[in-house]
């Protein structure tokens, strides 16, 4: 997805504090695009069916109301239309059970939240480095 042509990040996440750290965060960072978020993945899954163009890349947290981010991912990559959009799982867990799991649904990276802005940032330039540019 592209706005006005820059590339979209959309970040999947209940916790409003979250996503205004990880928005501002990706503000500072530099990163091109525009940064989006919608507080739960039934919403994401919503968002993708209404939108005409795809996000450049998804942020997606693992532990949501109504559906998980678990549940999330393996519906998107299991819909033809949503299933090569690189998706980031964005989470605090460190479980080395939830890494493989979402590396066998189809998850590009799993990426624990930090605690620290300026952590925030780099990780944020670090993705756009990775996922936003030519």
Same mark, same amino acid.
């Given at each position: %997805?592209?706005?006005?042509?820059?590339?979209?990040?959309? %970040?999947?996440?209940?916790?409003?504090?979250?996503?205004?750290?990880?928005?501002?965060? &990706?503000?500072?960072?530099?990163?091109?695009?525009? &940064?989006?978020?919608?507080?739960?993945?039934?919403?994401?899954?919503?968002?993708?069916?209404?939108?005409?163009?795809?996000?450049?890349?998804?942020?997606?947290?693992?532990? %949501?109301?109504?559906?998980?981010?678990?549940?999330?991912?393996?519906?998107?990559?299991?819909?033809?239309? &949503?299933?090569?959009?690189?998706?980031?799982?964005?989470?605090?867990?460190?479980?080395?059970?939830? %890494?493989?799991?979402?590396?066998?649904?189809?998850?590009?990276? &799993?990426?624990?939240?930090?605690?620290?802005?300026?952590?925030?940032?780099?990780?944020?330039?670090?993705?756009?480095?990775?996922?936003?540019?030519?």
């Amino acid at each position: %997805m592209k706005v006005l042509d820059k590339p979209v990040v959309v %970040m999947a996440d209940d916790d409003e504090d979250d996503c205004l750290l990880a928005r501002d965060a &990706f503000k500072q960072s530099g990163s091109p695009g525009v &940064f989006q978020c919608v507080e739960d993945g039934t919403k994401l899954l919503d968002l993708l069916s209404k939108s005409h163009t795809l996000p450049a890349l998804i942020l997606l947290d693992l532990n %949501m109301p109504r559906k998980d981010g678990r549940q999330i991912l393996k519906e998107m990559k299991d819909t033809c239309r &949503f299933k090569n959009i690189p998706v980031v799982v964005f989470t605090t867990s460190r479980e080395e059970k939830d %890494m493989t799991l979402c590396r066998e649904i189809g998850a590009n990276s &799993f990426v624990t939240k930090p605690v620290l802005f300026d952590d925030w940032v780099r990780i944020m330039r670090s993705l756009a480095d990775k996922w936003l540019t030519c």
